[in-house]
């Protein structure tokens, strides 16, 4: 396994990340504990979470996840073999209302905090993110900003870094992190923790993959240069990078199948650059979640690439990409399809 530096910390975390939203909807909690004996066992030491999942999310199952996760620190003691990241939940409509109203309150990060702390099993976590922006901007599968919907916008920011600030010197919180987040709001964060002596955002976690690279325009400058890693969710597009949806496999069960939201990889230019790069992948003798995946990892402005997995062998195969490194003719390869095919499922 290949470790890198969590920005702002001396944690050493895995390239590969273990991605955990199923578990307690589509996975069970003895196939949760499965997955978290293999990828301890072959040096994964990085999972990341959200108070909101399990994912299809449902008042019934909110929260299963990191109490699955608690019950495994409990079992096993591995808690202190693991860097963890949660997340609290965001906007009111991207949890149905039943998680809060109120978003990024100090009463609302409290209460988040102390239940997260709850199911967990532990007395802190080591990246805590927040799971949206609190403010209208673009979310899934809109390529941008091109006006702004709210009638008012207050910008909270430094409000919000005083608050983590304080959990940060509680012990309760290590470093801290956005996610689904866009260049403005990221430096807004990195100009306010400047400006007012407070933390510094360590990471952004956003949608990164072979058919959506929008990430590089603009946000991936900010990484290189504020060294605030990327944590690349949907590396594979929700599957949609991988041998199962061209070599005949049952998908009925798939997420794409699962989530009506993710039809952006169902796009007639997404089919057809997956079909470009599964004919490079198998060219170079490898699968194309391999391909995929060892690609997001070479990125130099990538902290730690989040898997997610149903299966034992979906989970082996994708951290297997670790060890895998694509050489300078299978990257310029890569280019050569993103040239003709820029982007097809933002």
């Not at 899934?140 to 919000?160: A, H, N, P, S, W």
């Not at 391999?290 to 898997?307: C, E, K």
Request: glycine share 6%; aromatic share 10%; proline share 4%.
């Amino acid at each position: 396994m290949i470790y890198t530096t969590l920005p702002g910390t001396s944690l050493k975390v895995s390239k590969i990340c273990l991605g955990t939203m199923t578990w307690g909807k589509q996975n069970s909690q003895s196939d949760a504990f499965g997955q978290m004996n293999y990828a301890l066992e072959h040096g994964v030491n990085f999972f990341d979470t959200a108070e909101l999942y399990a994912i299809p999310k449902e008042r019934e199952t909110q929260g299963a996840t990191e109490t699955i996760i608690g019950n495994w620190f409990k079992e096993t003691g591995n808690r202190n073999k693991v860097i963890l990241a949660s997340k609290i939940a965001g906007p009111a409509k991207f949890n149905n209302h039943y998680i809060r109203e109120k978003v990024y309150t100090k009463e609302a990060f409290e209460d988040a905090l102390h239940h997260s702390l709850k199911r967990l099993q532990t007395d802190h976590i080591d990246l805590y993110q927040l799971h949206w922006p609190d403010r209208a901007t673009n979310f899934f599968g809109q390529r941008g900003v091109t006006k702004l919907t709210e009638t008012e916008y207050v910008d909270r920011t430094q409000e919000i870094l005083e608050i983590l600030n304080g959990f940060i010197k509680d012990g309760k919180i290590g470093v801290i992190g956005l996610s689904n987040e866009t260049p403005w709001g990221t430096m807004n964060f990195l100009e306010k923790s400047r400006a007012y002596d407070l933390p510094k955002i360590s990471t952004v976690q956003n949608p990164y993959n072979l058919l959506n690279r929008t990430y590089e325009i603009g946000m991936s400058e900010i990484s290189l240069r504020e060294d605030v890693g990327l944590l690349p969710y949907s590396p594979l597009g929700f599957g949609r990078l991988s041998d199962k949806f061209l070599d005949g496999s049952d998908v009925s069960s798939s997420r794409i199948e699962l989530f009506p939201s993710m039809s952006r990889y169902n796009r007639l230019n997404a089919l057809k650059a997956t079909e470009a790069y599964y004919r490079l992948a198998k060219a170079h003798g490898i699968s194309l979640a391999v391909l995929a995946l060892a690609f997001v990892n070479t990125r130099p402005f990538v902290t730690s690439n989040i898997i997610g997995a149903t299966t034992m062998e979906q989970l082996k195969e994708n951290i297997t990409s670790a060890s895998y490194v694509p050489d300078a003719s299978l990257l310029k390869a890569i280019e050569e399809i993103h040239e003709g095919n820029p982007n097809p499922a933002p």
